[in-house]
């Protein structure tokens, strides 16, 4: 699939899921990852994600969709008056937890590359009175962020759609200070994909076919200059993503993530 084929097709899904319609390009909302959920079903997701029931309360209704495979919120340990950018970030929902973490003092950015998210995104921060987060167009692979803005970039579960991603994580450096620091949530590859699954366009926007082996993701970061990497695979992630394609085995295939690097200081 050409690159620009596939940008579509996500921003496609995305925006449709934000704008509560679906479209034609991924599994039924009710056996995949990208799932239109209502709340309390997105909740019950973000619970075995490792979010608390008192962070799904800190949000306003709409802005937790369900859609991430992990809580990078949970090894971001961020700080009053730091400055965070959430890369892929939906409806808002890590950018408001974030936002009230870095308290006034601090400033949260988030990417997202569909309209029909940015919307709800604003919204759901004009909902709480969220004045130290803001949401900027963008596809993260050419972040609109100046040099060494970020102490802290977070992600949950969007890298791996996209196609370059050893780019995004040349970005992710650049946004980051000096001594910054990277807290992503994303999908790992742990076997090769038999045909019929790495054929399968649902699966693309489904967050499986796009998965890359924790080896190759440490070499990018690696490759981007980044220092103290760890890929964290959780196999009891595997509960969840068997849910994204009920009865495919794609759990066999892919597990849930935590990705950690650093900024060296020099």
């Keep these: 699939m050409e690159t620009n084929e596939l940008k579509d097709m996500v921003r496609s899904r995305y925006g449709g899921i934000a704008a509560g319609?679906?479209?034609d390009c991924c599994a039924p909302a009710a056996s995949s990852c990208c799932d239109a959920s209502a709340a309390p079903v997105a909740d019950s997701k973000s619970l075995q994600m490792g979010y608390s029931a008192a962070e799904l309360a800190a949000v306003p209704e709409g802005?937790?969709?369900?859609?991430?495979?992990g809580n990078p919120q949970a090894i971001a340990a961020l700080k009053p008056g730091e400055a965070v950018v959430d890369l892929g970030s939906g409806a808002g929902f890590d950018c408001l937890l974030a936002a009230r973490q870095v308290g006034p003092g601090g400033r949260v950015i988030g990417v997202d590359m569909?309209?029909?998210m940015l919307k709800k995104a604003r919204e759901n921060a004009a909902k709480v009175g969220a004045t130290n987060v803001e949401f900027r167009l963008g596809e993260i692979e050419h972040l609109p962020i100046a040099d060494n803005t970020a102490d802290v970039v977070l992600s949950n579960c969007v890298i791996n759609l996209v196609p370059d991603k050893a780019q995004v994580f040349r970005e992710a450096f650049r946004?980051?200070?000096?001594?910054?620091?990277?807290?992503?949530?994303?999908v790992v590859n742990t076997a090769p994909?038999?045909?019929?699954?790495a054929g399968d366009h649902a699966l693309i926007c489904g967050c499986?076919?796009?998965?890359?082996?924790?080896?190759?993701?440490?070499a990018w970061l690696a490759d981007a200059g980044f220092?103290?990497?760890?890929?964290?695979?959780?196999?009891?992630?595997?509960?969840?993503?068997?849910?994204?394609a009920p009865g495919r085995g794609v759990e066999d295939y892919v597990a849930s993530a935590i990705v950690?690097?650093?900024?060296?200081?020099?």
């Design 175 to 186: 946004v980051l200070k000096p001594g910054g620091r990277l807290a992503i949530s994303d």
């Design 21 to 23: 319609t679906m479209s």
């Design 63 to 69: 802005a937790n969709l369900g859609l991430g495979c």
């Design 193 to 197: 994909l038999p045909p019929d699954l």
């Design 227 to 244: 220092a103290d990497i760890r890929v964290t695979v959780k196999p009891e992630s595997r509960e969840l993503i068997k849910t994204w």
């Design 260 to 266: 950690e690097g650093r900024k060296p200081a020099a």
């Design 208 to 218: 499986v076919v796009g998965a890359a082996p924790a080896r190759r993701i440490e």
């Design 114 to 116: 569909t309209h029909e």
